[in-house]
């Protein structure tokens, strides 16, 4: 038996040693992402388009991952599936772990290497252009409603790892962010016919 424990919080336990390993490194990059000093993470997935990044603050199974391999599909340069790391100045810095796809239904997720799905991985650090808070819902349609950069700030807030430890550095680091960006909230369908709607929105 394997067992993961974090002081005397149990982790994980399995009778086979790759679950230890991935919560393992799940609560080494969670550690990373809650005290690196001079970087802000946000639970996030992140892709380049026209030199700009966009940005999908949401937590495990809220979709992202299935919508930045879509984007990716389309031709934006992958930068993050889990996590969006954001210096002082707002702009976002590749984190280029594999994706984790899951199956429909499932709990486990297979990585997958974005050039899997024909894409390029990002290598400096980009503006933010477009914030989307999202979440699939079966049968919606696209229809977002674009927030202040205020609400944008607020938004990615609660998807923002050092909130409660480092808010002031936060929320300076989410207003830099969000300045000039477009953010768009809404409920979204399939993720490709999503993906295929925000290539082809104006203004990029």
């Not at 919560?23 to 000093?37: D, K, M, T, Y």
């Not at 997720?109 to 979440?135: A, C, I, N, Q, Y």
């Not at 962010?177 to 399939?190: D, P, Y």
Request: no cysteine.
């Amino acid at each position: 038996m394997w067992i993961l424990y974090d002081g005397w919080v149990r982790l994980a336990r399995s009778r086979q040693p790759e679950p230890i390993f991935e919560a393992l490194e799940s609560a080494i990059r969670l550690q990373v992402a809650e005290n690196a000093p001079r970087r802000i993470f946000v639970h996030a997935g992140s892709v380049a388009w026209r030199g700009k990044a966009i940005l999908i603050p949401g937590r495990s199974f809220s979709g992202k991952t299935t919508l930045v391999s879509e984007l990716v599909k389309a031709g934006a340069t992958y930068y993050s599936d889990e996590y969006a790391v954001l210096d002082s100045r707002g702009r976002v810095h590749p984190f280029p772990a594999p994706l984790s796809m899951r199956e429909p239904g499932g709990f486990v997720g297979t990585d997958r290497h974005p050039s899997e799905f024909g894409g390029t991985t990002g290598d400096k650090p980009l503006p933010v252009g477009m914030v989307l808070v999202t979440s699939y819902k079966e049968g919606a349609r696209w229809r977002p409603r674009e927030l202040s950069a205020a609400e944008g700030a607020l938004e990615m807030l609660a998807n923002t790892v050092p909130a409660r430890s480092r808010p002031d550095a936060a929320l300076a680091t989410l207003k830099a962010a969000v300045q000039g960006a477009q953010i768009l909230k809404g409920k979204r369908g399939e993720a490709d016919e999503t993906a295929a709607a925000l290539i082809a929105r104006p203004g990029w």
